[in-house]
């Protein structure tokens, strides 16, 4: 049996388990209210308890992009969609700070898994040309899951109660590996559902004429961290990532200390800015994509989009630190976070550029857990900084994209599949 464009198959089903995987995340945000109060737990708690989901989900970046080095992308995937069902399922049977943190972390370390995977996923079955849109397809999943996430687990919430919401919404992963397995049954080499058209346009397009692989250089992490080119992804991702997580994390708290919502509310208004996320996921790949086919280089055409990201996200930030209305504020934020899909997208690409399949999971690994570590800052700063209002959190969050942008000029250099000697 031959399926005809096997590969959006592919990138589609990584996103609906983005989707899933941000549903499960975003979970306890939406419903910390209810589990605050009937637990007696604080907003300093739930600082804690997302401390212990970054600091996991920072080294299981970079543990699974080595797993899924070592043992390819549909079991690496497998793996990881399994243990963060397990995890999200189990905070049904949670009732303390502990109990929390311990769950908090093993689902983080388990859902670190798809951003490595996607990326590696990417880099075996795009061409250059079809990466950056591809990545923006499973950034949109996430997005979607955001959006999804506020109203149905309100709506949830309010039906069952918060401890079925955990249940049910892990088993939606479970459910998903059945056809995960069934369609990734091997890369494009080997893969028999694969059109000899299909897998002679992947293989044959996998780089450009300024990406051309020498000698298939596929460095280890120490040789990864050799290069400046790698420190472009790890820091751009540091200082870029935590605007992200501020509000996936922070959405629902935000809504209902700043303008006094109930979860009700909360399901009525936090999916807005996640819209033009989904939005931006799409159209910097897309972007990208054009730009490459127009005759520009693969570097020029990716931090050229990352910067317009970039350009869009600042100025809203600083708006959002006046934001009068709840309407203004989601719909400022929605500006945000298009921006930041325009440029996150684009960036997260690079490893697929400069180097091999073989690495490309190891250093979008150790981008995750850069990015993970400006996360953790920015948690422990939030409840300090969140006495009076939310403006000092706005403030820092638009002073980290110029810092960004500085990391992938400096260090980026040109795009190109890098040559050395392995040792």
């Not at 907003?43 to 212990?52: G, R, S």
């Not at 790949?285 to 600042?314: E, P």
């Not at 850069?370 to 700063?381: C, E, H, K, Q």
């Amino acid at each position: 049996m031959k399926l005809k464009g096997l590969r959006w198959f592919i990138i589609g089903l990584i996103a609906i388990a983005t989707v899933i995987n941000y549903i499960d995340r975003n979970a306890m945000a939406v419903m910390w209210p209810e589990i605050s109060r009937e637990l007696g737990l604080s907003k300093d708690d739930y600082a804690l308890i997302l401390t212990c989901f970054t600091l996991s989900y920072a080294f299981g970046q970079s543990l699974f992009g080595k797993i899924l080095d070592a043992v390819g992308t549909r079991i690496g995937f497998t793996l990881a969609i399994l243990f963060w069902s397990l995890s999200i399922a189990g905070h049904a049977f949670a009732r303390t700070l502990l109990t929390f943190g311990i769950l908090r972390a093993t689902l983080g370390l388990s859902e670190a898994g798809a951003w490595p995977g996607a990326a590696k996923a990417n880099a075996l079955w795009f061409p250059s040309t079809e990466r950056a849109f591809a990545q923006g397809i499973f950034n949109a999943g996430a997005s979607v899951g955001a959006i999804i996430a506020a109203p149905l687990i309100a709506f949830l919430f309010l039906q069952i109660g918060w401890k079925m919401v955990f249940l049910l919404i892990g088993v939606l992963g479970l459910v998903w590996i059945i056809p995960w397995l069934f369609v990734y049954r091997a890369d494009p080499e080997k893969h028999l559902w694969l059109s000899d058209e299909e897998r002679d346009y992947i293989l044959n397009n996998r780089v450009t004429k300024d990406t051309t692989p020498q000698n298939e250089y596929a460095p280890n992490i120490r040789q990864l961290l050799g290069h400046k080119e790698s420190w472009s992804i790890i820091l751009s991702r540091f200082f870029l990532d935590p605007i992200w997580w501020l509000f996936v994390s922070w959405l629902p708290i935000y809504l209902a200390e700043t303008f006094g919502f109930d979860i009700k509310q909360i399901g009525l208004f936090a999916w807005v800015p996640f819209v033009g996320a989904a939005i931006g996921s799409l159209f910097g790949g897309a972007l990208s994509g054009f730009l490459i086919r127009r005759g520009v280089s693969v570097g020029n055409a990716r931090k050229g989009v990352i910067i317009l990201g970039c350009i869009v996200m600042m100025p809203a930030l600083f708006l959002c630190m006046n934001a009068a209305t709840p309407l203004m504020a989601v719909l400022l934020i929605a500006v945000v976070l298009f921006g930041f899909q325009i440029a996150i997208g684009n960036i997260q690409t690079l490893p697929g550029d400069y180097f091999s399949g073989k690495s490309v999971g190891s250093l979008s690994g150790l981008g995750g857990t850069a990015a993970n570590l400006g996360v953790l800052i920015t948690t422990l700063i939030v409840p300090m900084a969140t006495k009076v209002s939310f403006a000092p959190v706005f403030l820092m969050a638009g002073l980290l994209v110029p810092l960004s942008i500085l990391s992938l000029l400096l260090l980026g250099g040109r795009v190109h599949r890098l040559a050395g000697r392995q040792s």
